[in-house]
């Protein structure tokens, strides 16, 4: 009998709602390894993960078998709860509708990572708008600015 082999690796990137700067510094490590726990509960394998008080990109080894919106739905609903249950945050915490998702070669991987980790330094020079539709450009995805994330211009 043959097996399934596949290579796949996708970075996610969702904002929180109205783009708020809600996820603070001194409990966004809660969170990163909260929501690290879900994805390898989910029999994922998380890469990398790193974001802004406004948004958060994550980098998943994916299996074939996985659904990655059915998988980035419950991240945001689970996370959602683990911030609003303790309390980090004054106002009720939610993440905006919708999310990208870009796929890479094994190759590229050690490239991504380290854009990943470096988000706080790659953002004192380009908005998280700018960057986001760099990504929707560099890889072609046709969109429509009324489809994308609430921006804070």
Same mark, same amino acid.
């Given at each position: 009998?043959?097996?399934?082999?596949?290579?796949?690796?996708?970075?996610? +990137?969702?904002? +929180?709602?109205?783009?708020?700067?809600?996820?603070?510094?001194?409990?966004?490590?809660?969170?990163?390894?909260?929501?690290?726990?879900?994805?390898?509960?989910?029999?994922?394998?998380?890469?990398?993960?790193?974001?802004?008080?406004?948004?958060?990109?994550?980098?998943?080894?994916?299996?074939?078998?996985?659904?990655?919106?059915?998988? +980035?739905?419950?991240?945001?609903?689970?996370?959602?709860?683990?911030?609003?249950?303790?309390?980090?945050?004054?106002?009720?915490?939610?993440?905006?509708?919708?999310?990208?998702?870009?796929?890479?070669?094994?190759?590229?991987?050690?490239?991504?990572?380290?854009?990943?980790?470096?988000?706080?330094?790659?953002?004192?020079?380009?908005?998280?708008?700018?960057?986001?539709?760099?990504?929707?450009?560099?890889?072609?995805?046709?969109?429509?600015?009324?489809?994308?994330?609430?921006?804070?211009?």
């Amino acid at each position: 009998m043959a097996g399934t082999f596949s290579q796949m690796y996708i970075q996610v +990137v969702f904002a +929180v709602k109205h783009r708020q700067a809600l996820i603070q510094s001194s409990w966004e490590e809660q969170l990163y390894q909260y929501t690290t726990g879900i994805i390898r509960n989910k029999d994922q394998k998380l890469l990398a993960i790193n974001g802004m008080p406004d948004h958060i990109h994550i980098l998943i080894g994916m299996k074939p078998a996985c659904c990655l919106s059915d998988l +980035v739905r419950e991240v945001k609903k689970s996370t959602n709860e683990f911030i609003n249950e303790n309390g980090f945050t004054k106002s009720k915490f939610n993440w905006q509708g919708g999310f990208g998702a870009f796929s890479y070669s094994h190759s590229h991987l050690d490239n991504v990572i380290r854009y990943i980790m470096n988000q706080k330094e790659h953002h004192r020079k380009k908005t998280f708008k700018e960057e986001y539709i760099t990504l929707l450009e560099k890889f072609e995805i046709p969109y429509g600015e009324q489809y994308l994330f609430d921006w804070l211009d």
